[in-house]
Structures are given as structure tokens and as C-alpha cells.
């Protein structure tokens, strides 16, 4: 049946007539006479014969085109393979979620053995003699420890905020970094704002002979841990106020532990906070009210949950305080806790934001009109 249809087709072309007046080929007019004589009529037909079939032929693919329809088995192994796939990047998100987890870990466990190693070879000298006769792994861990605890918590925090917040933490970092540094190099150049001190070489590389690069880098661990805390609780001017206080308990325990019991820095002007002059808490609120207010312009409402920060803290906090706590240094082991207390009773409350939850609270229907209109 197609083939004498196209037969026809052809012979209607060949003599430029066709019955049909509504399909009149072109070279003809309806009344069958061609209007272009020869060569020319037919060379049109040709060309309207061959505009024709192919869109014949394209009719007939499009009604028996039919969508492609895979095979149940294909189904299967197309669906384990999209699933291996999610499985891979989940597990991979997983395990860049548990670094920085890991990380403090390890900071902790450099804590740990720190404070027993002091506390064990001080109270028995006797023991390190046999253990350590030349006493070179003592006199390396007083350097090595330092280091390790403070490049760990860092790259924790680091870390932690960079898989919460990215380009913003990265930002928020170098910002910190900066400011601390200055301030840093400020203070060991010419005693502003702490006072006049010098770091030794037991903390590593320094800045232009005078700043070991790890301090800021611990700025900005212990400066991101108290404004994630103090977020949780408070807002605006009350969160920058908390985290500035909560940095300067931390250096009511810091300083003593770390210039009266070690020697990692070293005051030109002996003050009567175990040779530590006041002035360096003016210079610590300062510096951390710059530090943290950077932060609320920057990242005003970080991701990192406050569990986390409140490990960072703890860890950090607790090396100071079994130094003080070792050395029988009560007033700092005391001060300490009642100044993180204090903070939290004068600028939490007035600001409070519902706790330690990151979580808001939910609106109930009239609250929720009440704010669209």
C-alpha cells in the first residue's frame, strides 16, 4: 500500500497534475496546466516530491517514536551505583566532619600528658633522673608540647570553622590573625597594650625575631571558641562584651602558667599578679574587643555548634589550670572559674537568647501573623 502511494506520488510529480487541488505541486496550476514549461516543471516537482517524503517520513518517527525504557536489571544496577556514589561523598563529608574533632583530641591528649609529666617528674626528680638521666626529652617537651597544643587547637578550630562557614572563616582567620600580630608586635616592640614582655624560643619560628607565629594563631582559637559561646546567649554589643571577658579569664590562669611556672615569656616589669603587671589586662581587653568585634562584622552568626566550642575552651582552659592548680597558686586557680561566672551573670542576661541551644524557638500562629503584618 505505501509503495503504490508512492508510486503515485511520483507520477503526479513527473506530470505536474494532481486531482487534488488543495496539494498542487509546484510548476502547476489547479486547472492542470503547467506553469513552468520543461526541464524547469520538473526539476520543481522533484524538489517538492523530495520536501514531501521527508516529512512523511518524519510523521511516521515521531507516532512510532517511543520513549527509552530500561530493563528492570538495568534499573537495579543504575540505582547501586547512584547509591555507591552517594555513599562515597557522604562517608567523605563524614570524615571531614570528624577532623577537627580529632584534631582537639589529640590536642587534649598532648594536654594530658603534659600535666602529668610536669606533675610527676616535679614531685619526684628522682624518677626523671632514672628515666632521663640527661633530661633531653624533659627540656624537648617543655618546646614540643607548646608547640603541639597550640598548632593542634588551632587547626582544630581552623578546621571546624572552615567546613562551617568557608570563604567567611577563611576571611575571619586571616582578619584575626592580622589584628592579634600587630597588637603583638606592638606589645613586645614598645609595651603597648600589655606591658613589656618578650617571648623565648621555646614557641617556635617567629615574626620579624619577636612573635612566635603560633600566638596568633592561638588568638584566633581561643577568640572563635568565646564568640561561638558567647553567641549562643547573647547578641550585639552583650556577645562581644562576654567573649572579650571570657578571653581575659582565660588569661587570669594563662599568664601565671605560662611566665611564673614555665618560661615561654618573659616580663620586663615584674607585676604583683605572679610577675605579672596589671596593665597586660587592659592590654588583653582591648586587643580581644578588636579581635571579637572583626568577628561580629565578619561572622555574625556562625555555624559551628557550641558543644565544640565549649571542648576548645575546656581543653585550653584546663593546661593553665593544672599548672596552677600544681603549683598551689589558690588565688588563680580561684579567680579563674569566678571570673568566667561573673561574665556570664553580668553580660549574658540582659541579652539572653534561649541557652546553649542553636536551635530558635518555634513561633506559635499569632506571632507569626503579628510579623506579617
Known sequence: ????????????????????????????????????????????????????????????????????????????????FKQRRSRVGGGFMSLLGFLPWLLLAIQAAIVVASLLGYGIFTARPDLLLKVDPQAQFFTWAFHGFAVGNMLFGGLAVLAEALLRDRVRALWAFLLVYTISLGSELLGTTYGVPFGAYSYTALLGVKWFDRVPALIPLSWFTMGWACWILARRVASGVGAVL???????????????????????????????????PWINLIGWGITG????????????SPQTGPRFAAAVYLV???????????????????????????????????????????TPEPLSTAAAFSRRE
Open 1 to 80: 500500500m505505501g509503495r503504490t502511494r508512492l508510486r503515485d506520488r511520483r507520477a503526479q510529480a513527473g506530470s505536474g497534475f494532481t486531482g487534488d487541488f488543495g496539494r498542487a505541486p509546484f510548476g502547476a496550476c489547479p486547472t492542470g496546466e503547467s506553469l513552468v514549461p520543461g526541464a524547469a516543471a520538473r526539476h520543481l516537482a522533484g524538489l517538492q516530491f523530495s520536501m514531501t517524503y521527508r516529512a512523511e517520513v518524519s510523521a511516521v518517527d515521531e507516532e512510532t517514536a517511543r520513549p527509552k525504557r530500561w530493563s528492570p536489571r538495568a534499573r537495579r544496577h543504575d540505582g547501586l
Open 242 to 276: 562576654l567573649s572579650t571577658a571570657l578571653l581575659v579569664a582565660w588569661d587570669l590562669l594563662l599568664d601565671p602558667a605560662m611566665s611564673r611556672v614555665t618560661s615561654y615569656w618573659v616580663w620586663g616589669d615584674t607585676g604583683s599578679y605572679y610577675g605579672m
Open 289 to 300: 574587643w578588636v579581635l571579637l568585634f572583626a568577628l561580629s562584622r565578619v561572622i555574625p
Open 316 to 358: 585550653n582552659f584546663a593546661l593553665p589550670y593544672g599548672f596552677c592548680v600544681l603549683n598551689r597558686y589558690w588565688f588563680a586557680v580561684v579567680v579563674g572559674p569566678l571570673a568566667i561566672a561573673f561574665a556570664y551573670t553580668i553580660f549574658a542576661r540582659p541579652w539572653r537568647r534561649g541557652g546553649l541551644s542553636s
